[in-house]
């Protein structure tokens, strides 16, 4: 294909909580961006008058682009699973962008993450590198729980595969991760990762945690559990959070062996980056590899922490330009 590389391509990134959009081109064979703002959800009624927002605020306007969206995308369409927001190639057409296609957010990161710097990749254990002909994988809590995963050939093939990883049902580890399913179980018939391991995840694992105890709890912001827990790590949010950060390790484990990502295990979202120091000194890596038989296998794979802000935008440039670019 024959990507013309003087376009101007919108790229965005849509969960649901915050809506970031940038303007992509492409510079020596890597995305760049250039005009990000960035927005809360709940700033415009709907997700066609954001984008208009951001497209008349651009002196040069996008031709077509690719929009990264928190959720599954079926034909061209999707009501985001954490959001009110309904978003449709169809609707965003009328905005003057045409090709325009709709991605799942982990599929763009998953795209996006090798080619994040190092310097914007937090280190959590494992080798300096994993397998460069395998595939990796990307997941992580924010609003809710995404999960997907970069398949190679080994021919310098690449294939990213969204999934809806973050849905399948939550794997105690120990018996007080028995008694916090048991305790979930009386609020949903179903208890997946993402009941556990997001933002609202947390809260119901404090409360479930603080049941167990046998004490109170008045706590219904899950920003102060973590932030407590920063400033006290032996506090009851702290004990919250260092269980948070184990169960964390262990459903990336269980990813790592499901989608055999030797290349690597990369954690996205907006939680892990803001307790980065707490996450590195935390179980995570040791319920990471805490695999039975495959324990050697699990450490031979690095884990790490995206940093970088935009590795969404990023990968929905490489899409841009690889699908619509040319």
Not at 22 to 41: Q, V, W
Not at 44 to 67: M, N, W
Not at 155 to 164: F, H, I, L, N, T
Not at 289 to 310: N, S
Request: aromatic content about 6%; glycine content about 12%; proline content about 7%.
């Amino acid at each position: 294909m024959t990507i013309a590389w003087d376009k101007t391509l919108l790229v965005g990134d849509v969960g649901g909580t915050n809506a970031r959009f940038a303007l992509a081109h492409m510079a020596n064979g890597k995305p760049t961006l250039e005009h990000h703002d960035s927005f809360p959800a709940e700033t415009y009624p709907t997700f066609l008058e954001g984008v208009k927002a951001f497209i008349d605020g651009c002196e040069v306007k996008p031709t077509g682009g690719v929009i990264a969206v928190a959720g599954p995308v079926t034909d061209g369409e999707i009501d985001l699973t954490n959001s009110p927001w309904r978003v449709s190639e169809s609707e965003l057409q009328t905005l003057g962008l045409n090709p325009v296609r709709l991605i799942n957010d982990f599929e763009a990161l998953a795209w996006g993450a090798p080619v994040v710097g190092a310097d914007q990749l937090g280190d959590l254990g494992g080798p300096e590198e994993g397998d460069p002909d395998s595939a990796i994988a990307v997941l992580g809590p924010g609003t809710g729980f995404g999960v997907s995963a970069l398949v190679r050939d080994g021919r310098g093939g690449e294939m990213a595969m969204p999934s809806e990883g973050g849905h399948a049902c939550f794997p105690p580890g120990d018996e007080v991760e028995d008694e916090i399913l048991r305790i979930l179980r009386r609020r949903y018939d179903r208890v997946s990762i993402e009941r556990l391991i997001c933002g609202p995840g947390l809260l119901n694992m404090h409360r479930a945690l603080a049941e167990i105890d046998g004490r109170e709890t008045h706590i219904d912001d899950p920003a102060e559990i973590t932030k407590t827990a920063l400033a006290d790590p032996d506090s009851p949010c702290g004990h919250t959070l260092a269980r948070f950060c184990a169960i964390l390790g262990a459903v990336a484990g269980d990813i790592a062996l499901t989608t055999g990502a030797r290349g690597g295990v990369y954690i996205a979202g907006g939680i892990a980056p803001r307790i980065l120091p707490f996450l590195q000194a935390s179980p995570f890596r040791r319920r990471f590899e805490r695999k039975g038989r495959f324990q050697e296998y699990m450490q031979a794979i690095p884990t790490r922490v995206i940093l970088h802000k935009h590795a969404a935008l990023l990968g929905a440039a490489r899409v841009a330009f690889a699908d619509i670019g040319g």
